[in-house]
């Protein structure tokens, strides 16, 4: 009994000391989100990727995606400046630059002056970046994040800007634009000249040798490449090799942007199994950029979609094993857009919120100004 008030005294005494007692006051329980600042950010966008297609491919894969292992959903609104229904360009533009802007718009405000994208900002910063698409390198995505023109399909114009900006990775289609132009420029030249080494489709992805110093291109198709179930088969390589390339590159931290372009082109043709195989190939690479970020544990990895496409339903005549799907139309729609992320910065994407906060929360996490 004698020896219990000896030790209470001397444990009073051990917490009265004036570190304790200050560290009680100065720190507050407060419900503030605790931000870790990434050293690389991987965005991945499934073009016309919904909920509902994210349903869909959830189900026809033995009901399991990816997307489960990502802590924080939040979700985001996806009107343009011009329209309620965005397209790609729009859309791509607002997580690229913060910006709302016009249907059709690549990389300017909407006013149709150029606003600097987050790609350029981290290139100038010292970053590793990297473009990877399933489209054209050209088309509205991808070249949201590196040029800038009011109007999407001026191909060769948005090519140019390619050289404006030293993108260090990028890999898609639409080598056509680079090389057989109206201006007659040879860009692909212009590219090795600057230290670039390109591959082509003549060389299938997995058998190109990344170089060990200076920048990678790999034109995988003259204008857009093949859907995943007609036999391309790049997307899932080029991420994986652009993460190691990118995350080797430097020492500053890396901005990798991955596109599955075809989603969309399943929505707009109304065909099921286009979408079903588009996600499915795109899930595969969302698991392989996960589980490198895990292993990485300075990565924040951002999963999301433009807009959706097509309206797709699953109908109730449905099983998991045999889905009745429809559409509702050929184009996009206004329905608003998952957000998936997880790593350092991951909590800022929680809650709903404008498309053009996505760039806000990427500068945010990075505390970038
Ligand atoms: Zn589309």
């Known amino acids: 009994m004698k020896y219990i008030p000896i030790v209470m005294l001397l444990l009073l005494a051990a917490c009265k000391t004036p570190d304790v007692v200050t560290q009680a006051v100065v720190e507050p329980r407060e419900n503030k989100v605790e931000i870790t600042k990434p050293k690389n950010i991987v965005l991945l966008i499934g073009d016309g990727m919904g909920l509902s297609q994210i349903s869909a491919g959830n189900y026809d894969n033995d009901n399991q995606t990816a997307l489960e292992g990502f802590p924080v959903v939040g979700i985001h609104k996806c009107h343009s400046s011009s329209k309620l229904v965005t397209d790609s360009a729009a859309a791509a533009t607002s997580f690229a630059c ?22 350029e900002e981290l290139e100038e910063r010292g970053f590793s970046t990297g473009l990877v698409a399933t489209s054209t390198i050209v088309h509205a995505t991808p070249a949201s994040f590196i040029a800038h023109n009011e ?21 898609g289609g639409g080598k056509k634009y680079f090389d057989r132009r109206e201006d007659e420029r040879d860009l692909i030249a212009e590219l090795k000249a600057r230290d670039y080494t390109v591959e082509d489709y003549l060389t299938d992805f997995k058998d190109c040798e990344l170089p060990a110093s200076g920048n990678f291109a790999y034109f995988s198709a003259d204008k857009d490449p093949l859907p995943y179930d007609q036999g391309r088969d790049y997307l899932v390589d080029a991420s994986k090799a652009g993460l190691s390339f990118l995350d080797n590159h430097g020492d500053q931290g890396m901005f990798l942007m991955i ?5 969309d082109w399943g929505g707009h043709a109304n065909t099921p199994s286009y979408v079903l195989t588009e996600f499915y190939e795109f899930d595969i690479v969302i698991q392989e950029v996960l589980d490198w970020a895990k292993e990485d544990g300075e990565t924040l990895v951002i999963v999301t979609a433009d807009h959706e496409t097509g309206g797709l339903s699953i109908r109730e005549t449905s099983t998991m094993d045999s889905l009745d799907i429809e559409f509702i139309s050929t184009h996009h729609t206004a329905t608003m857009i998952p957000v998936f992320a997880y790593g350092p910065g991951s909590d800022l994407f929680s809650g709903i919120y404008e498309n053009t906060a996505i760039y806000d929360k990427m500068r945010q996490a990075l505390q970038l100004d």
């Not at 016009?102 to 790609?119: E, K, M, Y």
Request: proline share 2%.
């Open 98 to 119: 913060g910006v709302k802007t016009f249907n059709g718009a690549i990389g300017v405000r909407a006013d149709s002056t150029p606003v600097q994208t987050i790609l």
């Open 259 to 263: 596109e599955g372009s075809q989603i």
């Open 151 to 171: 109007y999407r399909k001026n191909y060769e114009a948005i090519a140019l800007d390619f050289l404006e900006t030293e993108v260090d990775y990028f890999v």
